[in-house]
């Protein structure tokens, strides 16, 4: 599973990242995980508002910071 997360670099973008690695390893789930910071990079993945989550290409959160629980509700439907 491919887990991105989009946004410059802010301190939402940066809760957004710790909170899908703190899902995944809840959930013991094997995901590669990069933030993407480039706005030219996740504007071509769709993302108009940030933070964003794209799971294997597919937006999943955009313009919230998701909590932990919700990741986990989304992952566990995609897995």
Do not use: F, W
């Amino acid at each position: 599973m491919k887990i991105q997360v989009c946004g410059p670099g802010c301190a939402r973008c940066n809760a957004t990242e710790k909170n899908v690695i703190e899902a995944c390893a809840q959930m013991n789930l094997p995901a590669e995980i990069t933030h993407v910071h480039d706005m030219l990079k996740y504007a071509t993945l769709g993302i108009r508002v940030t933070p964003a989550v794209v799971v294997d290409g597919r937006i999943v959160v955009s313009g919230k910071i998701p909590t932990v629980e919700e990741l986990k509700k989304i992952l566990s439907g995609i897995k």
